[in-house]
């Protein structure tokens, strides 16, 4: 008695070039649902790219950031009221803001995202940065993303032919020193790091009291939660703190809101579905 599996197979191959068509169009629908589910991914990994890079317990935010890219303030001397609890070992305030980037060869500027932290600091962790730390606390000092659009030039390619690259942010002259390898995302072109003074520089009608986040470093054995639970009713109305993990749920969480990532990019998986419906 034959066996269910070879009926099944002489079955399906008794017209063999329907078969192959109907395989084919299977591969293909499967190969599409696969790539626009990776696309996806790709851009949700690159919209949370800074977030991730915080490597402190707990985050300070103001109550209305809803993006690190589309942060709101909040005052610095609340970061000296959470360094005085017993189980934190270090905080560090971080600073962020949108400028314009003027491209040294075409001279037209573009629209950039700039990051203020200390380059000594372990807290946030961007490759490359602290070997630049003593450079970079030197004025108008900066550090490009070597994964920036190509909008801003080549600046990659200059930087490997030359010490320096001299051009213009917010209508001041700044030296980009070298790259790091971070990542863009739906929210901004490119990126550039530089030390807090550096920012205020960039940025003097920004209040000098005031702070887009600050990172919170626990002792070890520390609870996060219990120390969040003590933090809180210091910092009042002002700001709020949540952990690294919420931070970067927060900021999947906004990109999901403000563009259409899930509906773009699930319509492909589902016209790659209904390819090979149809084939089939």
Do not use: C
Not at 2 to 25: D, T
Not at 142 to 160: A, E, K, M, N, W
Not at 205 to 215: E, F, H, I, T
């Amino acid at each position: 008695m034959l066996s269910s599996f070879v009926v099944a197979w002489r079955q399906l191959s008794y017209h063999r070039m329907k078969l192959a068509v109907a395989s084919a169009g299977v591969l293909v629908a499967v190969m599409l649902m696969l790539v626009q589910l990776g696309i996806r991914q790709g851009a949700m990994d690159n919209s949370v790219a800074i977030a991730r890079r915080v490597s402190s317990d707990l985050v300070i935010v103001s109550p209305r950031t809803k993006s690190i890219f589309q942060s709101a303030q909040f005052p610095r001397r609340l970061l000296f009221r959470v360094g005085a609890h017993p189980q934190v070992a270090a905080v560090q305030e971080m600073y962020m803001g949108q400028a314009r980037w003027r491209n040294p060869w075409s001279l037209r500027e573009h629209p950039i995202s700039v990051f203020g932290v200390d380059p000594r600091s372990p807290l946030i962790n961007f490759p490359g940065l602290a070997d630049l730390a003593e450079e970079l606390l030197l004025a108008d000092r900066v550090v490009f993303d070597g994964l920036s659009r190509t909008s801003y030039g080549p600046v990659v390619d200059h930087l490997t032919q030359h010490e320096y690259l001299e051009t213009e942010v917010n209508l001041r002259r700044i030296r980009v020193l070298s790259t790091i390898n971070v990542g863009v995302s739906i929210s901004t072109d490119g990126n550039i790091f530089l030390s807090p003074a550096n920012f205020r520089r960039l940025f003097p009608q920004r209040p000098a009291g005031s702070v887009d986040l600050g990172l919170v470093r626990l002792l070890s054995g520390a609870d996060a939660h219990l120390v969040r639970r003590d933090l809180a009713p210091l910092l009042g109305a002002e700001a709020r703190i949540v952990t690294r993990q919420e931070l970067i749920d927060a900021e999947v969480a906004f990109v999901r809101e403000s563009a259409p990532i899930d509906f773009i990019f699930g319509m492909g998986a589902a016209v790659g579905f209904f390819i090979g419906f149809v084939v089939v």
